[in-house]
């Protein structure tokens, strides 16, 4: 069963815009729930994770995402975005004892 | 620390041959996990470790074998190559014994002829 899904395959946004990346994960229990970013080439850098608490996170570069128990969410927002944002980024839930990732957005900027 | 090593970076193989991937930490981490990188989706887990001598399959593990002889290491080894495991490969770890907050390595780049 899939257990998290990113609408988006490719994002385009200006430089300096707003961002806001989509995750939407199937899960019973309470998630844990993170995004990560994976500039070319590179592995993947953690940008923010949420176990609990306040549902609003923040994370690593300006970034943010809020969790939405109703609408199984956990959207990636990011208020001005520069140029060096461009990279695939990855939602992931935690299902037991493994690691689930959704299959990717890709950010491009233009200038 | 050196955080999540991994050797080679890029390895070329013919079909049928076998190898295995190193991956080391040295961050004293209980959890490593082993993932493979396809185009379109995502990361999906070949096999785990909550510690040594404990290994588990994850999502793809046919074709790929996993021990853990050590806190350490966690190496992945093909035992016959065939070209549907071309791909990249990643190592990570978490300092619980569960699969939150996973450092990676910078992956091996993996192709079958």
């Known amino acids: 069963a899939q257990s998290v899904t990113q609408p988006d395959i490719h994002i385009t946004v200006s430089e300096g815009a707003s961002l806001e990346l989509r995750c939407n994960y199937s899960?019973?229990?309470?998630?844990?729930l993170f995004w990560y970013v994976q500039s070319p080439g590179q592995g993947l850098q953690l940008l923010l994770k949420?176990?609990?608490?306040?549902?609003l996170v923040q994370g690593i570069k300006g970034f943010e995402a809020e969790f939405k128990r109703s609408q199984s969410s956990f959207n990636l927002r990011k208020p001005s975005v520069h140029w060096s944002d461009a990279a695939e980024y990855f939602c992931?839930?935690?299902?037991?004892?493994?690691?689930?990732f959704g299959a990717g957005t890709i950010l491009r900027v233009k200038s | 620390n050196a955080g999540v090593t991994q050797t080679p970076k890029f390895q070329v193989l013919k079909t049928g041959q076998s190898m295995t991937l190193q991956c080391a930490q040295d961050?004293?981490?209980?959890?490593m996990s082993w993932y493979r990188q396809d185009p379109g989706m995502g990361l999906r887990l070949i096999h785990y470790?909550?510690?040594?001598?404990?290994?588990d399959q994850g999502e793809v593990p046919n074709g790929y074998n996993v021990s853990r002889s050590t806190t350490e290491d966690f190496p992945l080894r093909l035992l016959s190559a065939a070209p549907s495991q071309t791909s990249v490969y990643f190592c990570?770890?978490?300092?619980?014994?569960?699969?939150?907050?996973?450092?990676f390595g910078p992956g091996t780049r993996l192709l079958v002829l």
């Open positions: 949420y176990f609990s608490g306040d549902t």
């Open positions: 992931a839930v935690v299902r037991g004892n493994k690691l689930v």
């Open positions: 470790s909550v510690g040594a001598g404990i290994t």
């Open positions: 961050m004293n981490h209980e959890y």
């Open positions: 899960y019973g229990a309470t998630p844990y």
């Open positions: 990570a770890s978490s300092y619980s014994r569960g699969a939150e907050t996973q450092y």
